[in-house]
């Protein structure tokens, strides 16, 4: 009876440590299992459910089935036109071979790293060698447009003028891939170097293009020179208008002054002509009072800028100081 009771005991303990090193192990949806005896892959479960496992033996490696995110760090990458240009990218991946990708890198921590090293070379390699505008653009649009703007100056022609004058002219060259191009590239690259691991990257994507210190000075430099052209384009107009209204506000004082003249000669003629008539009518009335007035305009006009002393027994003063003289 006791040895019963002791195998019962016995037995109760086998099944609780049983039960405690967990014969069993589930697999959530959305993860798969790798399971390993003594480092060497026994099975892989890709069915969520519970599963059986050899207690103290198997070691159960769960990995997500799902697919994951990957953000490398920017780059500083030349161009084929040696243009450093800093090139974030993102990809989207998942493990495909749950074997390979235990026994090549084990962790996600693994996988990453080595993502970061196949991602970044495809990178550097497609991007270096392109030019710059397959990399910042995705289509010729921009050629179909022109660098030019609306300026507003009172007239319909005037506007249209000043509208040629600061229309600049940029060309682009053209292009024949194209960023979204590249990063089919890039992808296809990676996409190369991954399978040895039990990894599958389904897409890559640049995420930005910054252009590095230099080549942002020399676009700024080239954004003044064009603002430049158009400042100088308003001087010139400016200058034009200037120089037109000059000219019309001269010709209209030539026209004032040529009228103003040829009337005031007209008024003149016409009071010399009645002056005359006058003098005439006077004369033929009292020759002696005419020629006596006659004399008095002559002092007037003739004395106050005569500076010698003359002698007043002159004929000339024969009104003045003659005894006769009326």
Do not use: C
Not at 15 to 44: D, K, T
Request: charged residues 25%; aromatic residues 10%.
């Amino acid at each position: 009876m006791k040895k019963i009771i002791t195998a019962l005991v016995i037995l109760a303990l086998l099944v609780i440590v049983l039960v405690a090193a967990g014969p069993f192990y589930l697999v959530n949806e959305g993860e798969q299992a790798v399971v390993v005896r003594f480092g060497q892959i026994q099975s892989i479960e890709r069915e969520a459910g519970l599963k059986f496992k050899t207690p103290f033996l198997d070691n159960i490696v769960v990995y997500p089935k799902k697919i994951l995110a990957w953000d490398g760090e920017p780059q500083r990458i030349p161009t084929l036109e040696k243009q450093f240009i800093w090139v974030d990218t993102t990809a989207r991946w998942r493990i495909s071979d749950p074997a390979k990708f235990y026994a090549s890198v084990s962790t996600l921590d693994g996988a990453y790293g080595r993502l970061d090293n196949v991602i970044d070379s495809a990178v550097r390699t497609i991007i270096t060698q392109n030019y710059l505008r397959e990399a910042v653009r995705n289509s010729n649009a921009i050629q179909q447009t022109k660098s030019s703007e609306s300026f507003e100056t009172g007239d319909a022609a005037g506007s249209e003028a000043l509208g040629q004058l600061t229309q600049v002219e940029v060309s682009h060259e053209s292009i024949t891939k194209g960023r979204r191009a590249l990063a089919q590239e890039m992808l296809a690259l990676s996409q190369e170097l991954t399978p040895e691991y039990g990894m599958e990257i389904l897409d890559v994507q640049v995420r930005q293009i910054k252009y590095s210190d230099e080549l942002t000075e020399s676009v700024y430099n080239r954004m003044i020179s064009e603002r430049n052209q158009i400042a100088q384009a308003f001087r010139s107009f400016g200058e034009g208008k200037k120089a037109e209204w000059l000219g019309k506000l001269e010709n209209e004082k030539r026209s004032i002054l040529s009228a103003a003249y040829t009337e005031s000669e007209t008024i003149k003629g016409k009071a010399d002509a009645e002056a005359t008539q006058i003098y005439s009518e006077t004369y033929s009335r009292d020759p002696t009072f005419f020629s006596f007035w006659r004399a008095l305009e002559s002092y007037k006009k003739t004395l106050p800028k005569f500076n010698k002393t003359l002698s007043t027994d002159m004929d000339y003063f024969r009104y003045l100081y003659g005894t006769r003289g009326r």
